[in-house]
């Protein structure tokens, strides 16, 4: 479980949009290689046909793949799977000026759910990270899903996520002076919209998270409900506004913050594997 | 011509949309009926531009000029700013008599006399607003005119509404020479900002429909409450519950349109307050919290919150009292005393 800071540094502070994967059908670890391989002549010749990813630019795409055996939760997971696309101007010569443009990567954290049930010869990575330009995202995805038989899917976060994700990231433990713990709400059905952003000193939000939660290392959904409704509770005290009946669309703290459209970042390395885990459990419910 | 009045009046074009540009040379009135004739105003603005450059340099155009057609655009585009609001306050109550002559000169003299390079310009619009126009350079260097600011005075009022450029720090100069300029004693910021210069006006001047304290609503027999989307299968306790709502709005919101400003600001440290069987936080700090509104016409929003079902009606006062307290930026404290309940905003 002991993640090595230095080689998921590249993780950290990055918007990542999420979707769910369904098992890969034949993939093999050691065909990386090959892989790349084929992906990078499906980018050209997606190219030649004239779906180029940028219009006038020359630019010859470079695919890399790589595993990442320390992104995992438990033994039976599979080792996350980075995939890389990085461009070389043909204009320049020289060989190390690559620029990475889009990154992405496949992983489950403690996804045994999923692939206790699945037949031999599926790879469980149900949770898919990118970023980078959505047309690049839609190469790789169109050749996964070819060569693996794989189906993607935008990961949607529900309120009800989402507040579990606020509940659990505001109780977290923070050495260094922390960003406040931000709920963002939208108003639907209204003649003019409102977005209402409700941030809270970080550590007023922990000391009321403390309060609430009755057993360490165990959240239930009662506690998040509770904490919820203290914050609606003070809110409706001061505006007479309700705000449970508004639609929670981001939230954000110092550890990582989520937005329901399936876009997530994470500021803290230490809890990569806890947040990690909890989308991997999102993109399972999905598959399922 | 020198090349950077030219370069600056081509940008400034560059801003306009295509066909607005010949509406605004005529305004602006530097280039004759017979020149703008000339001018082609169907090709792409980058050419029409060079053109109107062109005719600049004939007519031998210098910064005044530039500004003061920059100065046009930004009236008429003015919702593009964000704009804050000063208020002056005198020392005695004579009513003097305004002399816009005297007002330029000693604003110009108080700017000049601390900063050598600046560019200043004015322009009086038939509303008795006074816009100016302020380019600021340093004792080294020529006064940067793209980064501006831009000052809106009625001078029956004493309120000034300043669009500031990045550069905060001429803020207590430009503020200095203003109450000089205006023989007031002191100026200070209010907490009230906007995009819509309008609606700061309708907000400081009172020009808004308003709710008065004072008034009690005519009972509402005789006269037939239009209810949006009004259900026949609506059950009486409904309608009657909605007809309050309805009534209770318009008495708070009054029935004109509201001012249209973007956001409201709350800083809340007050307690936290739970029901003591929920045996959560019962801390003797304050329950430290930022909240932020946002709309692109906050007031019309809020006052469909209630007829809405996502609010109580009356709506808080802390929403509602924003036009008539001119201010959208609060800090919130718990009233200590006689009513716990209730709040200060100071």
């Given at each position: ?104 990567w496949f992983c489950s954290v403690f996804g045994d759910d999923l692939s206790e049930n699945v037949p031999e010869n599926f790879t469980c990575l149900p949770l898919f990270l990118t970023h980078g330009a959505e047309s690049y995202t839609s190469l790789v995805g169109s050749w996964f899903q070819k060569t693996f038989d794989c189906c993607f899917r935008r990961l949607a976060i529900s309120p009800l996520n989402l507040s579990w994700m606020v509940a659990m990231w505001a109780g977290c433990k923070l050495d260094r ?112 | ?346």
């Amino acid at each position: 479980e002991n993640v090595d800071p230095q080689k998921t540094a590249f993780l950290l502070r990055k918007a990542w949009t999420l979707y769910s994967v369904t098992p890969l059908y034949g993939f093999r670890r050691a065909r990386l290689r090959d892989y790349a391989r084929l992906l990078s002549a499906f980018i050209a010749a997606e190219k030649q046909k004239g779906l180029a990813v940028e219009v006038g630019v020359e630019l010859d795409i470079k695919v890399a793949l790589s595993s990442l055996a320390d992104l995992r939760g438990s033994e039976l997971d599979q080792a996350a799977l980075l995939v890389q696309l990085s461009s070389r101007s043909r204009a320049s010569s020289r060989s190390s000026e690559d620029k990475l443009v889009w990154s992405g990567w496949f992983c489950s954290v403690f996804g045994d759910d999923l692939s206790e049930n699945v037949p031999e010869n599926f790879t469980c990575l149900p949770l898919f990270l990118t970023h980078g330009a959505e047309s690049y995202t839609s190469l790789v995805g169109s050749w996964f899903q070819k060569t693996f038989d794989c189906c993607f899917r935008r990961l949607a976060i529900s309120p009800l996520n989402l507040s579990w994700m606020v509940a659990m990231w505001a109780g977290c433990k923070l050495d260094r002076a922390a960003s406040a713990v931000e709920l963002v709400f939208s108003m639907p059905r209204l003649s003019q919209p409102l977005d209402i952003s409700y941030a809270i000193h970080p550590e007023d939000a922990k000391a009321l998270w403390d309060t609430v939660q009755k057993t360490p290392g165990e959240i239930t959904q009662e506690e998040v409900d509770v904490f919820m409704d203290c914050l609606y509770a003070h809110f409706h005290r001061h505006f007479k506004i309700h705000l449970s009946a508004a639609k929670l669309v981001k939230v954000s703290t110092a550890v990582a913050s989520a937005h329901c459209d399936g876009i997530v970042k994470i500021l803290q390395s230490q809890y990569l594997p806890g947040v990690l885990m909890l989308l991997t459990e999102l993109a399972i419910s999905q598959i399922q | 011509m020198d090349e950077t009045v030219a370069e600056y009046i081509r940008r400034t074009l560059l801003k306009i949309p295509r066909d607005e540009i010949k509406m605004m040379l005529q305004k602006w009135g530097f280039l004759s009926e017979a020149q703008l004739q000339t001018l082609n105003f169907h090709q792409i603005k980058d050419n029409i531009s060079q053109e109107v450059v062109q005719l600049c340099e004939e007519n031998s155009a210098d910064i005044k000029q530039a500004a003061a057609l920059d100065i046009i655009y930004n009236h008429i585009y003015q919702n593009k700013r964000m704009w804050s609001v000063y208020q002056m306050k005198k020392s005695g109550e004579e009513l003097e008599y305004f002399d816009i002559t005297d007002f330029k000169k000693r604003f110009k003299g108080r700017l000049r006399s601390a900063l050598k390079n600046v560019t200043i310009t004015f322009k009086e619009y038939e509303d008795n607003a006074i816009w100016i126009r302020v380019a600021w350079g340093t004792p080294y260097k020529k006064p940067n005119q793209y980064k501006p600011s831009y000052v809106v005075y009625h001078s029956q009022t004493p309120y000034v509404f300043i669009s500031a450029s990045v550069l905060k720090s001429n803020m207590p100069l430009l503020c200095q020479a203003l109450i000089v300029a205006s023989n007031y004693h002191d100026i200070r910021e209010m907490e009230l900002r906007s995009h819509s210069l309008n609606s700061l006006k309708d907000i400081v001047f009172k020009r808004y429909s308003q709710n008065f304290q004072t008034y009690t609503p005519k009972p509402l027999e005789g006269r037939n409450v239009e209810l949006e989307n009004a259900d026949i299968r609506m059950v009486h306790e409904n309608r009657s519950e909605k007809e309050r709502i309805h009534r209770l709005n318009q008495e708070v919101f009054g029935c004109g349109p509201q001012p249209k400003l973007e956001f409201a600001q709350y800083r809340l440290e007050t307690m936290f307050k739970s029901d003591p069987k929920m045996d959560v936080l019962d801390k003797k700090e304050p329950f430290r919290c930022l909240v932020k509104f946002s709309s692109p016409h906050l007031l019309e929003s809020l006052k469909s919150l209630a007829p809405a079902g996502m609010a109580d009606a009356p709506l808080s006062p802390l929403l509602t009292c924003i036009p008539h307290r001119a201010r959208n930026y609060f800090k919130i404290r718990e009233k200590k005393g006689l009513f716990p309940g209730s709040f200060v905003s100071p």
